[in-house]
Structures are given as structure tokens and as C-alpha cells.
């Protein structure tokens, strides 16, 4: 077996974006830890099929929201591959609340939001400095939101979360600079089971109000997400402390469907 050069961790790796973003990683050689935290059954088959088209690819459990379980994730990491080059902070969480419904958002609410949202990237990209300086630097993409420039989307917390990971990104940015980039992908509205599990009877609804709204006509596909994480993984080496704006053209659509 030819030198391993090159290693990731997709956290939330086995579902959605940060599943697109596995395999698309694992066709271009790299090797890929696919994180989960309760999606075990995703993410064995997210790397069973990374292992049938004849890549490398392993899953561990660990939620992002406890330091000393990303730690043992990049240990593990390290015990299969020898090597982290890539962090890919895909793990996010969210309760669906109408904006209006202020009550219902609780306390218990913003500590979970935020705990995995933010502190957890946070957690993760703490725990791959020092590997990453080993071998020279490395990359980290936080996956955020167009929720956090719009003040729009599942719920308030959900909102200022990413807007907190926006802030990581450029802070991250500045203090692991030069040897590793940090920088983050604001993806529009998602089609797929985790908008469609949240929004209901609305989901068809919602995602047609897109597509007519939007500059490009199209809403975002996990895959269209991973390809933007890619373009940073692969683009410029002088890059960092950006977040990409994947959308569709919401930002500048004009318009915006209402979730309430």
C-alpha cells in the first residue's frame, strides 16, 4: 500500500453535507475519519461505501460537544492514519422554532445550540493544531450558515450560533496562522431529510418558494455544499479566515421565505 499523504475528519460525516464531503474526499485519495455522534448506522454506511470504491475510510463515535471525546478523536484518527491534514467541522444541531414563539426558546435550548455548534468546532480545531504542525499545517472548514447574515432560519439560537461560528472562523484564522488556513461555507436553504424532518408539511412548500425566488432557480444539494467545501480544500493557498457563501443567490435574492 503506497504512503498515506494525506488524512481528514468529517465531523457529522454521516449524513448530509458532511457525508457528500466524505466521499468526495475519499475519490480524490484522501483518507477519511467519518465522525457521528448517535448516526452509527450513516456512518457505516457512508464508509462502506468509501471502502467499495477502493478508498480508505473509518467511522468514530464522538460528540463534538465533549472535549475530552474529540481529543480521543483525533487520537483515533491518528492511531489509523498517522496524520491529520483536514478538519471539516460539519457536525450542527438545531431546534425548528417559529421566531415568534420566544418562550419556547429555553435555556436548555441556547446551551445545546451552542455547545455543539460552536464550542464543539472549536473543540475539534484545538484538538488538530498540534498534529497538523506536525506535518507541516493543514486545513480547517467550519460549515456555517446564510442563517447567520440573515437573521433568518430554523430558530433565533440556530441563527446566532452560526453567526458565533462565523466569528471562530476568523478568530481561529488569525491564531493558527501561517501553518494551517481556517476558513468556513455558508450554505443556503438544503434540500434533503434534515430541512424535510424539521419543516414537516412545509418542506415541499418551502423548498418550491426557493427555487422561484432564487437567482439560480435551484436550492443547494448536499453535494453542491461539499463541492464549495472542496473549491477551498483545493483553491488558493492564500485564503484563509473566509467563509464561502454557497446559497443558490439567496444572499442577494431580494426575497426571503419566511420558516415561521
Not at 481528514?8 to 449524513?15: E, F, N, Y
Not at 465522525?35 to 478508498?55: F, H, K, P, Q
Not at 466569528?167 to 424535510?196: D, E, H, K, M, Y
Request: charged fraction near 15%; glycine fraction near 12%; charge should be negative.
Amino acid at each position: 500500500m503506497p504512503a498515506l499523504e494525506r488524512a481528514a475528519i468529517v465531523t457529522g460525516g454521516g449524513t448530509g453535507v458532511g457525508q457528500a464531503a466524505a466521499k468526495q474526499l475519499a475519490a480524490l485519495g484522501w483518507a477519511v475519519v467519518v465522525n457521528y455522534s448517535r448516526s452509527r448506522s450513516d456512518a457505516e454506511a457512508t464508509v462502506a461505501a468509501i471502502l467499495e470504491g477502493g478508498g480508505r475510510a473509518i467511522a468514530v463515535q464522538a460528540d463534538v460537544a465533549v472535549d475530552a471525546e474529540c481529543r480521543a478523536l483525533v487520537a483515533d484518527t491518528l492511531s489509523a492514519f498517522g496524520r491529520v491534514d483536514l478538519l471539516i467541522n460539519c457536525a450542527g444541531i438545531t431546534d425548528f422554532i417559529p421566531f415568534q414563539n420566544l418562550d419556547q426558546v429555553t435555556d436548555d435550548v441556547w446551551e445545546r445550540l451552542y455547545k455543539v455548534n460552536v464550542v464543539g468546532a472549536f473543540h475539534c480545531a484545538r484538538a488538530v493544531r498540534e498534529p497538523m504542525l506536525a506535518v507541516g499545517g493543514g486545513q480547517i472548514i467550519n460549515v456555517s450558515s446564510v442563517a447567520a447574515q440573515l437573521g433568518q432560519g430554523s430558530s433565533i439560537p440556530y441563527c446566532c450560533s452560526k453567526a458565533a461560528l462565523d466569528n471562530l472562523t476568523v478568530s481561529l484564522a488569525r491564531t493558527f496562522a501561517p501553518q494551517i488556513r481556517v476558513n468556513g461555507v455558508a450554505p443556503g436553504f438544503i434540500a434533503g431529510r434534515w430541512t424535510q424532518n424539521g419543516l414537516g408539511d412545509r418542506y415541499e412548500a418551502i423548498k418550491d418558494a426557493y427555487v422561484r425566488t432564487l437567482p439560480l432557480a435551484q436550492v443547494c444539494t448536499a453535494e453542491g455544499i461539499a463541492e464549495g467545501i472542496l473549491s477551498l480544500v483545493n483553491g488558493s493557498p492564500l485564503v484563509t479566515g473566509q467563509t464561502l457563501t454557497v446559497d443558490g443567490g439567496m444572499m442577494i435574492a431580494g426575497f426571503q421565505v419566511k420558516f415561521d
